[in-house]
């Protein structure tokens, strides 16, 4: 018997958390989105944070936490 579980883990806390903030700015951008089409002042300012909330949740795990990565190596 092996001392391994069956289900190889080679991921690493950062990317957990990283995912879970990626998650949290994504379903936030998706809020923005449904608010900015309620609010009348400031709509264009909500859905313009919409659309960075988003574009955010998606740079984290593919462009900023790979290039913390490469760094600390």
């Known amino acids: 018997m092996s001392s391994t579980s069956p289900v190889e883990r080679n991921g690493s806390p950062a990317k957990a958390v990283g995912a879970f ?3 949290l ?6 809020v923005l989105f449904t608010v900015a089409f309620n609010v ?6 909500v859905f313009a ?4 909330a988003v ?5 984290i795990p ?7 990565e490469d760094r600390e190596s």
């Open 21 to 23: 903030f990626a998650f």
């Open 25 to 30: 700015l994504f379903l936030g951008g998706l």
């Open 40 to 45: 009348k002042d400031g709509e264009p300012y």
């Open 49 to 52: 944070a919409g659309i960075l």
């Open 55 to 59: 574009t955010l949740s998606f740079m």
């Open 62 to 68: 593919t462009t900023i936490l790979p290039a913390l």
